[in-house]
């Protein structure tokens, strides 16, 4: 017989024992307090109570050394210790707050309770009724296992009386231990927290930043039969937060929800005052099976292809694509080879893009950064500089300068000349004016590359790039693909400039993304930037065909006004609040800020939720609001089902924020979660992934599932 099953059949024994003779002990301890191996008394924090305001009164539990008393959960044999109240009326006796116990294991056997002495707390409601004056008696009938080699039910009445005062007075003998118990009692989880199970682990995550300095990390479950107490519990630490894998308890089904009591110490503390509890309860779901190592990432980089081939039909790269589109028109007549140089030249640009943003984004998130794909563009520098190049370009297109071949191929200038660094160019701005964008399939891949060692990172980024820049690249190898391009003529001039439009379009919006990031005054200095770089390109094409000595006077009063415009740029934001205002303002639906403390609250409230991870700079999400979130359908379900409806505003960088996307699998936004209601038994359930090109269809399906 193994050591478990007997320490239970000694449990279960003792138990029957306790039913027949618990009367008994029950009148031999009203005289004291007294079990066999425990001494047990009520004891208070303050010496009186006051009408209406909370009373805080503690088990105490003295424990003969070599045996211990349980926890709530009491592991693999043992109960917890319980208590039945007898109060005065109107008075009301809060459950037991259970400090954090001890793992103890006998073999295989491990149980979760406490040695020596333990107070076990309790808030008791008082009514503002009773009378000032009096004497309160609360009483109770407490009941107890204690166990060593064997185990021994207890139980005693206990009672304490108190005197009712206008005020209250600390009792010296112990209110420092009181607040010894408290700095011991769990704390509420500040952090995303999610666990899944599979046929034999449950793995709990804990997105609490960079974890590398904790230790003694252990889990305990609240309910009892979860997971095996016995197993080793493997804890990985990382900049990502906490990952636990947990052994599950035989082939039951897995509880709706995982409870339990994370403790754990932080090396990084200033000082080590004990061990550190937090609670934890995550819903639990189905692990889907995992592709082993090598198959997680080819299929990673299918994604990431696709994904980078798709990239070509978003907003925010087609201004760009509009001008490789006219250059490929120009050049369909060219001879081959230089058509395919160029081809490749656009796609080395590409290429050499993405791994520069790849490298930076790796580089600075090893770096501690939290921080994700378009990060450039959270800061309103970066943003300032596009909008000046995007508008130069515009010019170059309009026909207010050209600027050799180099700007001119970039630009696509009319030439006769083959210009393959402006191909290369080409290349690097449109991925450049790409990041804002995440387009079908990217997510997943982009997600699971910021996990992975830095060279498979950097496949899967190449491999979104090289998607991007596959069809152009399709096109500069086959003739037959040329056949259908239009042959070059004068209407290409007036292509050209057409073609100035989109490009001044886009800087337009980025000025709108400037003025989400920064307010008013970094707008006007960079527009009042644009009006002196309109000036120097006037100023520079003007004198450049004169003579020498004039050209030579031309240029360099053409770059007087170009370093006045980078003079102006603004290299941080001034406004912090002005897009928050505007999110708790919006029309139609309420929408509040995102926080992981108000998702657990309104989950308390019985509440279905939708969180909407946007920015101003990402064009994917401002067209989903307008086609699904701005829905009168949706806007009437939200309103008619009480959908509370948080926004997670990534304009500007936002640990939280992006620690959240992290967790759900994603490097960037948008992302659209929805929490269903908690379930009959208040259990509550995790988020739903919804597409990224949300529709209103889409979402009123998931509630109506719910």
């Not at 009938?141 to 185990?151: E, F, G, I, Q």
């Not at 790796?362 to 500089?385: C, D, H, K, N, T």
């Not at 980078?566 to 029309?587: D, K, S």
């Not at 108000?598 to 700079?617: H, N």
Request: some cysteine; proline content about 7%.
């Amino acid at each position: 017989m193994g050591a478990r099953a007997g320490l239970l059949i000694v449990t279960l024994l003792s138990l029957a024992e306790f039913a027949v003779a618990g009367p008994r002990i029950a009148r031999a301890q009203e005289r004291p307090a007294q079990g066999r191996h425990v001494s047990i008394s009520l004891v208070a924090e303050t010496r009186s109570i006051v009408p209406g305001h909370p009373f805080h009164l503690a088990l105490r539990q003295q424990i003969e050394a070599g045996w211990h008393t349980y926890w709530v959960n009491p592991g693999d044999a043992g109960l917890p210790t319980a208590i039945d109240w007898s109060l005065p009326p109107d008075f009301k006796a809060g459950p037991i707050l259970w400090p954090q116990p001890k793992r103890t294991a006998y073999g295989p056997v491990v149980d979760y309770g406490y040695e020596n002495e333990v107070l076990l707390p309790v808030d008791i409601d008082v009514p503002s009724t009773v009378a000032l004056g009096t004497n309160v008696v609360i009483a109770g009938h407490a009941s107890w296992l204690v166990c060593s080699d064997t185990c021994v039910p207890e139980d005693a009445r206990l009672s304490i009386s108190v005197p009712v005062a206008a005020e209250t007075e600390a009792d010296p003998d112990w209110a420092e231990r009181f607040a010894s118990v408290r700095a011991r009692l769990p704390l509420r989880n500040p952090f995303p927290t999610t666990a899944s199970v599979n046929a034999e682990n449950i793995t709990l995550h804990i997105a609490m930043g960079d974890a590398k300095k904790l230790r003694d990390v252990m889990f305990f479950p609240v309910d009892r039969d979860v997971i095996d107490n016995d197993a080793p519990q493997t804890p990985v630490v990382g900049l990502e937060g906490l990952t636990l894998t947990l052994r599950r308890e035989g082939t039951k089904p897995p509880p709706a929800a995982l409870n339990g009591l994370l403790i754990f110490r932080d090396s990084a503390a200033l000082s080590d005052t004990g061990p550190e509890a937090i609670m934890v309860s995550s819903p639990i779901e189905p692990v889907r099976e995992k592709l082993s190592g090598g198959l997680a990432f080819a299929w990673a980089l299918v994604l990431a292809f696709a994904g980078g081939v798709l990239l070509n039909l978003m907003p925010c790269v087609l201004p760009v694509l509009s001008i490789k589109a006219f250059s490929l028109a120009q050049h369909a007549q060219s001879a081959a080879r230089e058509v395919r140089v160029q081809g490749i030249a656009y796609t080395a640009g590409v290429l050499a893009s993405f791994a520069t943003i790849a490298a930076l984004l790796l580089g600075m998130r090893a770096a501690g950064a939290e921080i994700g794909w378009g990060f450039q563009l959270q800061s309103p520098l970066f943003v300032a500089l596009m909008i000046y190049v995007l508008f130069a370009v515009g010019l170059n297109l309009s026909g207010v300068f050209s600027f050799g071949e180099r700007i001119a191929g970039a630009a696509g200038e009319l030439s006769s000349h083959v210009s393959y660094s402006g191909s290369f160019l080409t290349g690097a701005l449109a991925t450049l004016v790409a990041t804002p964008c995440t387009a079908p399939f990217m997510a997943a891949a982009l997600g699971y590359a910021i996990t992975q060692p830095w060279y498979r990172s950097l496949a899967i980024f190449e491999a979104v790039g090289f998607g991007m820049a596959l069809p152009y690249l399709g096109i500069a190898f086959s003739p037959r693909l040329r056949r259908f391009l239009p042959k070059p003529g004068s209407w290409m001039l007036g292509l050209k400039q057409f073609l100035a439009f989109p490009i001044y379009g886009t800087a337009v919006w980025l000025t709108f993304v400037l003025a989400q990031e920064s307010g008013e005054l970094p707008v006007t200095r960079v527009l009042s930037g644009l009006v002196l770089i309109a000036f120097a390109a006037w100023l520079y094409e003007g004198l450049r065909h004169g003579e020498n000595r004039w050209r030579r006077w031309g240029i360099a009063a053409s770059a007087l006004p170009l370093i006045g415009a980078v003079a102006l740029v603004p290299l941080a934001g001034t406004n912090q609040t002005l897009h928050v205002a505007a999110t708790e303002n919006n029309v139609g639906i309420s929408w509040l800020p995102f926080s992981t403390n108000k998702v657990d609250e309104l989950q308390a409230q019985g509440r279905s939720i939708f969180v909407d991870f946007t920015a101003d700079w990402c064009i994917t999400c401002k067209i989903n609001e307008r086609i699904a979130l701005e829905s009168p359908a949706v806007i009437e379900a939200f309103a008619a089902n009480e959908v509370a409806a948080l926004r997670a505003d990534w304009t500007r960088q936002d640990p939280s924020i992006t620690r959240m996307l992290e967790v759900n699998g994603r490097a960037g936004v948008p992302l659209y979660l929805f929490y269903p209601k908690p379930g009959p038994r208040g259990e509550r359930r995790g988020p739903i992934i919804l597409p990224q090109i949300l529709t209103a269809a889409t979402i009123l399906r998931e509630m109506q599932s719910q």
